[in-house]
């Protein structure tokens, strides 16, 4: 790539029409030298138009350090001009006053629903990957995704824990949440050592996975934590033979020694330090609680001998999983994390002694909210604070279903397509704030995060964590000629989430258009209803 001060530019059949035709023809071969480009443009009478041109706007890209008033063409798919000097294009966008960012990119995404996807994509997302828990069969998954006119690009990896779930109840895995629901009444995929043709079976489910195109392995320990030492490792081991990451969510979530969080990481970058493989550990916060200056010690000293360990924040100090989740066992659960029934958020409502015991026992697969911290607090929010902002933790949502209760009172995944949400759905903040939060708190507000880094936090990162295994991912997360066109302009004084724990279903404030592979996502601070441009984010299938 060729770069002056003034301008850069996409040798494409479009770029511009020139007096010197010889010229046009050198342009559309290769890049021109700094020198020639500057001698071209003062021969150039017009500049064609773009399909999208954004104009006006502070561009940041956090890889080169870009941070100035640019003009941004698209063609097609991607970032085809950057330029101090006006752009023509079919369709102008006035940036005018707002920041031009590289589309959020969110490593931890669950919700797989259409609502799911729009709630985060109004956010600023515009990839969305499910790696933590990952799903299996992942051909399948792939497939049903590809029906949905998502908008938003996708991706997931092999499920650790559905395999586990299959080979212990000798079905076969299917790729939905209800799969993993229903089977949190079973405790022996949880707590069981597989025996050897156990380990083997687990091990193919997931071999098969990734020859099917997963991204990675994700391990929910945390859901599981009764596997054995050899199985982990294995799955290290199974992971840098296909040169793919894992994606942990560790077996403890303690304060108190033994099984500590502290235990659990450590056995994390052990199994990374011995078979060389890059091993993700996922949200960091929630799985260290208060011992978060500790874990994170260990993390940096990891890095710092070169082990391939990295991982993620998001800015929130409640969890959302299952009430039946193995970690909410044992006798001394409550004293080890520092919770009782009250930690416990039901739709608005906080839990009593007596339904949390109802619920675990007879509808162990609901999702419930979990607070770990009280960001009131200010020595709660203080340890937030410090996985949040360290330089080594990208954010990521870990967005979840959003949900609403049936006749009955059972809690429901929310499959429909209105817009907005039906008032009477619920979920995690998380869900459409965690990225607008950032820009609003530890950004404007607080001013925790300079504006460049919480865009790197959110964008280059994630694309850098994932692009040594995803050659996908090496054109996202930027702001270049020659990028993917994954795009979003927000208001820097304005941006702003608006979903709190009580009342999640929110749109965020201050975001103006999300482009996803160069389509208009959201558009006027709109979304836009069917926008098709999601693309599937995925490794070769060599089966």
Known sequence: MSAVPEIEFLATGRVGRFENAKELNVLKAKYLAASAIAALFSSTVVVLANDVVIMGGRVIDPETGLDAIRNVAIEGDKIVAISEFPLE?????????HVVSPGFIDLHHHGQNIGDYRMQVIQGVTTGLELESGLLPIGDWYETQATKNLPMNYGAAAGWTYSRIATFSDTDPLATAAYFQDAQIRNDWKMDIADADQSEHILSLLEEGLKEGALGIGINAGYAPGYGQKEYFALAELAKE???????????????????????????????????????????????????????????????????VTTEAYPYGAANTVVGAAMFSGP??????????NNFQ?????????????????????????????????????????????????????SVFWSYFD????????????????????????????????????????????????????????????????????????????MDADIVVFDPLTVADLATFANANQLTLGVQTVLVNGGFAVRDGELVLDAPYGRPIRNTVTK
């Open 407 to 482: 006749e009955d009172g059972n809690v429901k995944f929310y499959e429909g397509d209105e817009w907005p949400l039906p008032e009477k759905v619920f979920g995690h903040p998380r869900s459409t704030g965690s990225y607008t939060k950032i820009l609003r708190s530890y950004v404007r507000e607080r001013g925790l995060l300079s504006l460049s880094e919480a865009i790197r936090k959110m964008s280059l990162m994630p694309a850098q964590t994932l692009e040594e295994s995803v050659p996908q991912m090496r054109n996202k997360g930027r702001i270049q000629v020659g």
């Open 346 to 398: 039901l739709g608005a409502d906080r839990m009593s002694e007596e339904e949390l015991a109802d619920y675990q026992a007879n509808k162990p697969g609901t999702f419930i909210t979990w607070h770990f911290l009280d960001e009131n607090n200010p020595e709660n929010l203080a340890l937030l604070d410090a996985s949040v902002t360290h330089p080594s933790v990208l954010i990521a949502s870990d």
């Open 89 to 97: 294009g079919d369709v102008v966008i006035d940036a005018t006053g």
């Open 242 to 308: 296909y040169n793919v990451p894992t994606f942990t969510h560790v077996r403890y979530a303690s304060n108190t020694e033994p099984q500590s969080s502290f235990e659990a990481v450590k056995e994390l970058i052990g199994n990374a330090a011995i078979t060389g493989a890059h091993m993700h550990l996922c949200h960091i916060n929630s799985t260290s609680l208060s011992d978060i200056h500790a874990t994170l010690a260990l993390i940096e000293e990891a890095q710092a001998q070169g082990i391939s």
């Open 332 to 341: 001394d659960w409550r004293e080890r994390m520092d919770s009782t029934a």
